[in-house]
């Protein structure tokens, strides 16, 4: 089995992954367009790391900016079979408290249509099962490495993707957390859901920054105060990164999740008609099931 290939999709705050070794940068050009900046890949414990800022380094672009087919398709057209996603987030409960860490495993999506969501269509039809979006291996390895290196981490819950760039409104706010769901964010989706059909393991290291809006007793979201708390957890993030990518490393698991096989079933199209430009376009992602 060969060396893994982890990826990590750096949120705000993490423009750089520490300690990696044999850097070098990778630009790619997708049929999708540019991804967000250029991929660093380096060995970080054993393991071959590529790393890409979402937001670009300087963070120049907004979450609906985010070219987040072209970041996926460049994941994947560098041999990457996992991603660790950080994400700083809001929380939506008492008992996450800014500067702790959530593993969710659910997404609810509030976004716009404004974000290109899939690599099908153009002549190819895919439906991929999307019920546990999160790759609930992956998950376990990165809740148990946060709490190894003394992270307070909470297990699953829902992350709620709204539009942005502004903070929710209090009614929002209070609305979302009458769904019961636990943390918000703005760019976890569509980036799961291409993984998924990428057939790349997901999962998120979200670090909780705030209380939105809603709690009485703190304060309204700021920008000042998030990146207060962000720069706190930017440092256990790394951590994580590398607590995490060496269980992977030390297990060298063969995967054997639903993410490894997603699309098997989901092509509905003929795959003699798929037209030729598509077929060449999606070539890293379907190749397997076109033979």
Known sequence: MGEPIIGVIGGSGLYEIEGLTAVQEVTLETP?????????????????????????R?????????????????????GVERIISISAV????????????????????????KRAATFFGNG????????????????????DSAAEVGATVHR????????????STRAESNIFR????????????????????????????ALATDYDCWHEDHDDVSVEAVIAIIQQNVVMAREIIKTATTKIVAG??????????????????????????????LEPIIVKYLD
């Open 178 to 205: 009458s769904w019961g769901v636990d943390i918000i964010g703005m760019t976890n989706l569509p980036e799961a859901r291409l993984a998924r059909e990428a057939e790349i393991c997901y999962a998120t290291v």
């Open 90 to 113: 809001g929380s939506m409960k008492e008992e996450i408290v800014p500067g702790h860490i959530v593993i969710p495993d659910q997404f609810f999506d509030r976004t716009q249509g």
């Open 32 to 56: 999708f367009g540019a991804p967000s900046d250029a991929y660093i890949t380096g060995i970080l414990s054993g393991a071959k790391m590529v790393f890409l800022p979402r937001h670009g």
């Open 124 to 143: 190819v039809v895919g439906h991929v099962p999307f019920a546990d979006p999160i790759c609930q291996d992956l998950a376990d390895i990165l809740a």
């Open 252 to 281: 060298r698991q063969i995967r054997d999740c639903v993410c490894a096989e997603a699309l098997k079933y989901a092509i509905m199209t003929d795959k003699t008609l798929i037209p030729a430009e598509t077929r060449q376009a």
């Open 58 to 78: 300087g963070h120049r672009f907004l979450p609906s900016e985010v070219n987040y087919r072209a970041n996926i398709y460049g994941m994947k057209k560098l």
């Open 156 to 167: 699953g819950g829902t992350y709620v993707c709204i539009e942005g760039p502004n903070f």
